[in-house]
């Protein structure tokens, strides 16, 4: 059980057998990586110069969404991602600007400004659920929409990702509980990145490892190097054929290493050891990768500048766009609680309208997130 | 279930065994374990992989066997279920159903009893429907399978098997958000719900027989989104008030309705708003019927409020 799959090693070098992998679908993984490296470092400048309230680091663990992201299929799966996987969205080619318009809250933004930032919903280019705050809610909800998909006899499966925290929390075990009574399609991808805010893992678990707790629900367990995007792929692919051939779900942990902060709010240098992120800084997922692709010929460096190039343009660009939209107005307070609004709702609805327009101050919009 | 395909129900012993009070018998003999299928032993599993299957095409009745047990999908439920559509701004909805028996008089104690509808009334996004006939169980149930939003559907279990009434055959629904009156009347508006129905219509009845008073006793079936017209009305007409409920008075649902009765009919309320409820202790069990309000309580009030 302890045993880790792994493709690429440290350097780059393989050290397992590769799966068959299409180029372009190496060259979405790597430029997904890329983005969301330039995404995560541009939410942290607006963060510190005050223009969005939060974000969550994802540098380090990219390598988990990208590669768990190629092996499904964008069209008949559904995605229930946690906050922590920007990597999944960019693979399937979600826009920038509309991440960034969650970011700002602005009125073009899927969830009309009434999450955090990084709490992303799209239908389009994919089922990517709406993200919850509280953790692990989303695990018996993604094996309900496998249920469903088995009830209509559909070939096709979920993705539903969370980190080692999530572990502890009772979604995990009602979630996994279910798909391993039903047989549902799913695939439980459990990001390990080693700390939930300053928790270390020690502190979720006794159990030797996340795959391990796999056997008490009646399904596999698999733990691949989480910073090998191809161990990734291979794993997740492998689970969601498995998915849908009507063999039921799987555990996979990817085991990786969160190099920033929980969040924007966080300070790791308070409980993380500087000798471990030294440690991880030489197992990069991106430098892993490159080595790999221009070894094998599927890039080259100028290739891989341009990209960086492009991509820095590109999410310049969606940051500026998504900056410039105004708030969504003032009545989307009240829509979309029920389909129809009831009658109190149009009531307050009116009331606030009313009275912030007959008042012409600025409401103080000051407030710092803590956690 | 006859007609969409989509409906199917799940929880707790609702298979073969059809419920502990027999609501789903003989549905999955007719229907197959797709359709009506028992479920671990998990509230929150029950209702999250009933989120799940609604937001992908599904309409699913989830059971929970009584609604003390409900809390641990309280998150599923208050967070997840009542709020997708706000937060995804429409992209994801949930038109599912929890069904749960609640109320006393069954001598179940204090974990087989309560009536905690006030927590979910509190949530936005969440519909909360309580019948008191069967007629009214069956419409407003096929209404709340059909509505768009969660409808937490509560089934007061000290009525299921306290009267015979005739139901229609076939496909009708009796409209959400809509009161009922059960007794029609000018001098007493009295507002209650599930199992304090027949209980108020008892004390209205009394009332008449010994002092020629008509109470207009009414029904509110849709507690979210309240029926605030019919309401307000009532309590205009009569110009005075009782409101009874079994849960406790404290933070109640007829907390809600005096201070909305308060606010916006003032001017015509001509005694002080009467609260009948349970008291604000856990629920007994030996004597659980000195805790719930019985006709001869609701009758006390009601001559209080007419003799002030």
Redesign the interface.
Known sequence: MSELLQILDETGKKVGKAPRVKREVLLQIYRAIVQTRAFDDRCMKLQRTGRIGFSVPNLGIEAVSAGAAAAMDPIRDWFAPYYRDFAMLFYHDVSAEKMFDNMFGNCEDNAVGRQMPVHFTFTEPAKFFSISSPLGTQIPQAVGMAMAMKNRGEDSAVITTFGDGTTSSSGFHSGLNFAGVYKAPIVFLCQNNQFAISCHSDMQTASESYAIKARAYGMPGVRVDGNDALAVYKAVSDAAKRAREGKGPTLIEAYTFRMGGHSTSDDPSRYVDAGLIAKWQKRDPLLRLRNWLIGEGHLTEERADEIANEVAEEIKQAADAAQAKSRPVLGTIFTDVFEKMPSHLEAQMEGCIKHHAERDEAVDEKGEFPL | MKEDDSV?VMGEDVGPKGGVFLATEKLTAEFGE?RCFD??L?E??I????????????K?VCEIQFQDFIF?AF??IV??AAK??????????VPMVIRTPYGGGIKGGLYHSQSGEAYFAHT??L?VVIPSTPYDAKGLLIASIND??PVLFMEPKALYRAFREDVPDGVYEVEL?KTRNVTEGGDVAVFCYGAMVPVCADAAKRIKDSRNKDVRVVDLRTLM??D??SVLQAARDCGRVVIVHEAPRFCGYGAELSALIAERAIESIEAPIKRVAGFDTPFPNTLENYYMPDARRVLDAIEEVLDF
Do not use: F
């Open positions: 199917l797709e479920t671990p998990s929150d599993g209702v999250g992989v009933g989120v799940g299957m609604a937001m992908n095409g599904m699913p641990p998150d599923q967070s997840e997708i559509r706000y937060r995804s701004g429409g992209q994801y909805t936005p996004g519909k768009p939003d958000s989104p309240l605030e017209e």
